[in-house]
């Protein structure tokens, strides 16, 4: 499940930030960006059920 959505559309993130905590088996997963970007569009919610493999946002990465 999704435990903490940290993040909106929209919003610029630095590489190495937490956008997503999954819970699973009482075990916290936190999802960093790979790199810096804008979050271009969020697919889950707090509390909502995930699947292994299944995609939470969509993060547009900054280009130099």
Known sequence: NVWQVSVSEGQRVQ????????????????????????VHRLMCAQGSPVSAGQNVLVLIEETA
């Open 15 to 38: 590489a190495g930030e937490v956008l997503v905590v999954i819970e699973s088996m009482k075990m916290e997963f936190n999802l960093v960006a790979p790199a810096s970007g804008t």
